[in-house]
């Protein structure tokens, strides 16, 4: 429900919808608020994670809710011409000194089907059923002092962050692993932990498994890269004499430490610049994170349509900004890459043309035939998905647009992709 409130609130921001060419909207994005969770909490228990998932009923009503302005066509036989693919040959491909031209790889495969709730993993059982707020059971590890689920990993010999560092199995982890099938490595044995709007949720291992991880990825709607690394947390939930959250007494501010093996899933494409988590003080208690290696099957990837949508056409890294008279409007949703909500979208935008339409004794209505998704990566770090409605089939020639700069800030293009109706709207009643 929370990543439902966020996006209320990125909608709030929407632009206007207006038959005209459209650049990038800076404002959009950097006015957006950020998911409340961009990586796994510091008292994250072992062993359990909640997966984010989108309640699709639930956002529909949000977004219609939000779609105020209705959107006219300016060109005549707009609806006429939605069943014809339109190529670049308007001034609608304009040429700005802004573009970038890095084009990324082409996708190839498919992701896991959609999933509508949000749900909480275990992977291992516990021994009795667990009563509510505490852990198999027994404790509640966010209590002062108390004892955290032991990590898998070996017991660090002396018990200090720079031996923790140090330990050489640990890079030995790393620099063996084994890049799985349909993944590619972005980056390996870094001391930091990715960090970014597109977070999904974590898993810990009991060992460095890099397939088990990959697996959990698979299995998991929207994910495309994972984040495997070894990260030295405490044994008791640290606490000292006078701290607020502390009833019991308790004083444990700097506990001896657990290892932990962590996979962390991301719904967007990942490097060595989203890492950026190197650990954090907890009381005096050092957390630190080791043998990170991230693996990214964006490239590898192609997005499942939306009901009533064709399988996507690839737009080579490109976006198509500036549609002519055939653009209708766009919006960006923070968070993982999810061309559903840009479908959403779609569908509320045509369903106010039409009622606008009907009020007015129209003969006919403007459609929406076709939008673009993509992903939005701010200075390399993924954002959220940026959604641009048409009323025809644009040809993927006409993503001409790669980013921009705002300020010393680089607004790149990834994952970008072309959905048109299966059945295209004539307009008509």
Not at 212 to 224: K, S
Not at 381 to 397: D, E, H, K, M, R
Request: glycine content about 8%; charged content about 10%.
């Amino acid at each position: 429900m929370r990543s439902n409130i966020i996006l209320a609130a990125a909608i709030a921001r929407m632009a206007s919808a207006a038959p005209a060419p459209q650049m990038f909207d800076f404002a959009a994005v950097l006015e957006a608020p950020s998911p409340s969770v961009t990586g796994p909490p510091q008292t994250a228990v072992a062993n359990a994670t909640s997966i984010y998932s989108v309640d699709t009923a639930s956002l529909a009503s949000v977004i219609s809710s939000q779609v105020t302005s209705a959107v006219t066509a300016s060109i005549t036989g707009a609806s006429a011409s939605a069943a014809s693919t339109e190529l670049p040959t308007s001034s609608a491909l304009q040429k700005r000194s802004a573009i970038s031209t890095v084009p990324t790889t082409a996708s190839t495969t498919t992701t896991q089907g959609q999933s509508s709730t949000l749900t909480s993993s275990s992977s291992t059982a516990c021994p009795t059923t667990p009563e509510a707020g505490t852990y198999c059971g027994f404790i509640n590890p966010e209590d002062p002092c108390a004892p955290q689920p032991d990590g898998y990993g070996p017991k660090v010999v002396p018990d200090t962050p720079a031996a923790f560092s140090a330990y050489p199995a640990f890079q030995a982890n790393a620099n063996s692993a084994v890049t799985p099938a349909n993944y590619d490595l972005v980056f390996k044995d870094l001391n930091a932990a990715t960090s970014a709007n597109s977070y999904l949720g974590f898993y810990t291992l009991k060992t460095y498994d890099v397939n088990g991880c990959a697996n959990h990825c698979d299995t998991t709607n929207l994910c495309t890269a994972f984040n495997i690394y070894i990260e030295r947390d405490p044994s008791l939930n640290p606490t000292a004499n006078g701290d607020s959250s502390n009833s019991t007494g308790g004083y444990c501010p700097d506990p001896s430490s657990i290892t932990n093996y962590k996979c962390s899933l991301w719904g967007a494409s990942i490097d060595a610049t989203s890492a950026t988590n190197t650990g954090q003080g907890r009381l005096n208690f050092t957390t630190v994170v080791v043998a990170s290696n991230g693996y990214d099957k964006t490239n590898h990837t192609t997005p499942v349509a939306p009901p009533a949508y064709d399988p996507p056409k690839n737009c080579t890294g490109g976006a198509i900004s500036a549609g002519g008279n055939y653009w209708l409007g766009s919006t960006f949703y923070p968070g993982p890459f999810n061309p559903t909500v840009c479908g959403i979208y779609a569908q509320a935008q045509v369903a106010l043309n039409k009622q606008t339409a009907k009020a007015k004794g129209a003969s006919c209505y403007t459609p929406v035939n076709m939008f673009n998704a993509y992903t939005i990566h701010k200075n390399g770090v993924a954002q959220g998905t940026y959604c641009s409605i048409f009323n025809t089939v644009l040809s993927p020639a006409y993503s001409g647009f790669r980013g921009a700069w705002s300020g010393n800030e680089f607004f790149g293009v990834r994952q970008s992709w072309a959905f048109s109706l299966s059945a295209q709207d004539s307009g008509n009643w």
